[in-house]
């Protein structure tokens, strides 16, 4: 199922697999969001739960007071990106997608859980909201969420990749951890400065 949100400056586009964006179009019809050439990479703008990234071996332990050493498979970026999501709601400028978890997530992931992703268009902002939800009542439930958006660059022909740069609003600091690209893991004891009060 295709959802579409329109205004003056944007036309977005999202679908019910994955609860997720699918495309972001300026009133000229310039595509900014990946289309998902699995060539290189078949994704678009996947929401990543209950992890972001990779286990070792997608193998994943438990240790709730309850029942020691629970041990499940987690696929990488977790377990609701390729699951069809509800489309809860629909107005003039947003969209909302939910899901619930399911008998199978549970054997990965022994918490229910809901999710709710809410986007919102205004002029040339697309602001979205993750709403998790634990449903246990007596376990906390850990969890990273997570979007993972694609763009194309470069957008349009004659460019070069190298013309793009990517500025945050604010001024950040931050290091990044070791990455192992052929297991999708990383260390997080081994980090080198990124940004230093740079946008």
Known sequence: MVVSLKNDDLQIQFSDFGGALTSIKDKDGVEYLWQ???DFWS?????LFPICGSLRLNWTVYRPA???HFTGSMPRHGLVRKEYFTLDEV???SVTFSIKAT???LKAYPYHFELRNRYRLTGKTIRVDYLVTNHE??????YFIGGHPGFNCPL???ENYEDYYLEFEQEETCSVPKSFPDTGLLDLQDRSPFLDRQK
């Open 91 to 93: 107005t003039d400028d």
């Open 137 to 142: 009542t007596e376990k906390t439930m850990p």
């Open 156 to 158: 349009l022909a004659g």
């Open 103 to 105: 008998e199978e997530m």
């Open 43 to 47: 994704g678009q703008a996947p929401v």
């Open 66 to 68: 309850e029942r020691p």
């Open 36 to 38: 998902g050439n699995p």
